[in-house]
């Protein structure tokens, strides 16, 4: 039986790479390299904080290896690099609470960390592809992606403030673009579905220096400060590790993008959130690449744009469309036959197409009733 996996590398192979800037679900080996920055006379006891979470990780599945690295030059400067079969096993365990209770003994010694994930491209010996299995074990060929990246954050907030929410998400003065000369903040998408809010940002440049610039802002402060009471997590932004806690389970990791190489004046950006059935949220995220990879193929479509967010059973897709999609909301939703249909909707929670989720005609409309979120703003940098 041919895998989600097998058949969305084999479309990746086929495509013309310059139409995809990210995807994690390639099949390719993961290499994880953290960059951390110990706290002065800290290096004991963050050797011992590793050496447990060492222990920890061996036992996670699609986990190889990891090292630990201290430099020659700066004693308070360590790197952490891991190997992983592929994306998927490392981004279901980094995005767990396990993985949250798990790095907590490293707070107290660490002052900064910097994550980098790469997929392996070519190495000193060794095939592409096992032997064995058949599996391919590195990345085909480079991607070539568009300049942006793209990155998401997502919570709660208590049910009945629904409305005070979103006029604070709304009204808030935009912050400053230019992060140095080579970052800039391009574009910020902000969305609700029920009381789940999602925050897209598009950043040219430095992620992370990106969302550290946007969090020093005094506009951007004020407005999570005002969210503090309507939260269903708790959290106190003057408490970094309150603070750390908080923004690491609200990342929206994109997991796969693809763009149908075309611009039109009429694109029209749109959040879809899918709740997935319990434990099939990375599933589900895949099988969407892949009908996604499809639209892309199709020039005359209406999908122009589309990135995937994904975290546990958190599923959002952040699609710009060409005109309309309420006449024909099958090709936005992936939903083009009812083979289709019937394999997308046995990942979503059960009755999220209402009492009847069986895959008829009429299950694009009913899921894009429960899917579309409301638009609170949309807002690009001036010569973005």
């Known amino acids: 039986m041919t895998t989600t996996s097998e058949r969305l590398t084999e479309t990746l192979k086929r495509q013309v790479s310059q139409r995809v800037s990210q995807s994690v679900f390639d099949g390719s080996r993961l290499r994880v390299v953290l960059l951390v920055d110990v706290y002065d006379g800290a290096q004991q006891q963050f050797l011992e904080a590793y050496e447990q979470l060492c222990n920890q990780v061996a036992s996670v599945p699609g986990h190889v290896s990891d090292q630990l690295c201290q430099s020659i030059e700066n004693p308070s400067q360590w790197l952490i690099t891991s190997e992983?079969?592929?994306a998927p096993p490392f981004l279901t365990w980094v995005n767990s609470e396990e993985h949250v209770e798990m790095v907590k003994p490293l707070h107290n010694c660490v002052r900064d960390t910097r994550s980098l994930r790469f997929h392996i491209v070519r190495e000193t010996g060794g095939p592409a592809v096992h032997a064995e299995s058949g599996k391919r074990r590195l990345q085909t060929s480079p991607r070539i992606g568009d300049g942006l990246?793209?990155?998401?954050?997502?919570?709660?907030v208590k049910p009945g403030s629904e409305e005070k929410v979103a006029?604070?998400?709304?009204?808030?003065?935009?912050?400053?673009?230019?992060?140095?000369?080579?970052t800039r903040l391009c574009r910020?998408?902000?969305?609700m579905h029920g009381n789940r809010v999602v925050r897209a940002?598009?950043?040219?440049?430095d992620l992370l220096a990106a969302l550290r610039h946007v969090a020093r802002q005094p506009e951007v402060r004020a407005v999570e400060e005002a969210l503090n009471p309507y939260l269903e997590q708790d959290r106190d932004l003057d408490d970094p590790d309150s603070a750390r806690v908080f923004f690491t389970r609200a990342a929206l990791p994109a997991v796969h993008h693809v763009t149908a190489g075309q611009e039109s004046p009429d694109a029209v950006r749109h959040a879809l959130y899918y709740p997935?059935?319990?434990?099939?949220?990375?599933?589900?995220?895949?099988?969407?690449?892949?009908?996604?990879?499809?639209?892309?193929?199709?020039?005359?479509?209406?999908?122009?744009?589309?990135?995937?967010?994904q975290r546990d059973d958190v599923v959002v897709r952040l699609v710009d469309v060409r005109g309309g999609i309420d006449n024909d909301p099958g090709p936005v939703l992936g939903l083009t036959d009812r083979a289709r249909a019937a394999e997308l909707t046995a990942l979503l929670d059960s009755g999220a197409?209402?009492?009847?989720?069986s895959p008829k005609d009429g299950a694009p409309a009913r899921l894009l009733t429960v899917a579309r979120m409301e638009l609170v703003t949309d807002r690009r940098a001036p010569d973005a």
């Open 84 to 86: 992983w079969e592929s």
């Open 188 to 191: 910020t998408s902000l969305f």
């Open 149 to 156: 990246i793209r990155h998401a954050l997502t919570f709660t």
């Open 353 to 357: 197409l209402g009492a009847d989720s």
């Open 201 to 205: 940002v598009e950043v040219r440049g």
């Open 167 to 182: 006029r604070i998400l709304a009204d808030y003065a935009a912050p400053e673009p230019k992060v140095d000369d080579t």
């Open 276 to 309: 997935a059935r319990e434990g099939c949220g990375l599933q589900l995220a895949e099988l969407l690449a892949r009908q996604d990879e499809a639209a892309a193929d199709d020039t005359q479509g209406p999908v122009l744009r589309s990135t995937i967010f």
